[in-house]
């Protein structure tokens, strides 16, 4: 009798892994078609792959999510999720299940990893002003508004190149500190693409995503909607990338 009982108890658990698993891989498998509006029929494979360039917990978790795919077929029958031949281990179940909570219900970058106590300055001030503004607070980012609305951002590094570009070309020192405006140095600037304005929603991560796909990224600036218009209500830069991959690998 106590043998029945403990081979039905191993069974119970057997089936309780293999759904926990099957729980989780259905779940990653619906969450990816769904957010990327992938073909419905498509093998979990080439999903996996497909999502690569636009997921970074796919990207992270590729080999794995490789691995669990095969893994699901083996411990179902005939496709029927009714009837197990295989457990997993404890492990990965724990493992996949983590994945499946990231991509499911990511964190808010604006709630875990963005400081939200942000400085702005206006685009009329001198560029002495805007140098001092950043060694008092210690922020190498600071975003610039117009008449409320952001037109870039004073970054330490860029200013100083700024200022040596100015005197290779024949300016003086105090004529750049007093006479030049920061809205004056960002108009000069080459490109935008080292800062980027997202909705107060975005996951961490999306966040990671936008470092991952450009190399220059400086910040990210969280605002309500996404909008310019809008005051920042957090900021992220590339010091915060390592922060934000502790916080997803001890989600």
Do not use: W
Not at 25 to 41: E, L, Q, S, V, W
Not at 76 to 103: F, G
Not at 151 to 159: D, F, H, L, R
């Amino acid at each position: 009798m106590d043998e029945e009982v403990k081979v039905s108890k191993e069974t119970l658990n057997r089936v309780s892994n293999a759904k926990r698993f099957l729980d989780a891989f259905n779940n990653i498998d619906y969450t990816i078609k769904t957010r990327y509006g992938f073909n419905r029929a498509m093998g979990f494979s080439e999903l996996v792959r497909k999502a690569v360039v636009l997921n970074y917990t796919v990207r992270k978790y590729e080999d794995d999510l490789i691995d669990y795919g095969r893994l699901r077929n083996a411990i179902i029958h005939n496709n029927n999720e009714n009837i197990i031949i295989a457990e997993p281990h404890i492990s990965v179940v724990e493992n996949i299940e983590h994945i499946e909570k990231i991509l499911t219900t990511p964190p808010k970058a604006l709630d875990t990893v963005c400081k939200k106590d942000v400085l702005t300055t206006d685009a009329n001030e001198k560029m002495k002003d805007v140098i001092m503004l950043i060694a008092k607070s210690k922020f190498s980012n600071i975003p610039v508004y117009r008449n409320s609305e952001l037109i870039g951002v004073a970054n330490g590094q860029k200013i100083l190149n700024s200022l040596g570009q100015f005197l290779l070309s024949g300016g003086k020192v105090d004529s750049f500190l007093n006479n030049v405006k920061i809205e004056d140095m960002l108009s000069s600037l080459e490109n935008t693409n080292y800062y980027k304005v997202v909705p107060a929603d975005y996951s961490v991560e999306q966040a990671l995503n936008e470092f991952h796909d450009n190399s220059k990224l400086l910040a990210l600036l969280f605002t309500k909607s996404g909008s310019t218009k809008e005051l920042p209500i957090g900021i992220m830069t590339g010091a915060d990338v390592l922060k934000a991959n502790n916080i997803l690998e001890n989600y």
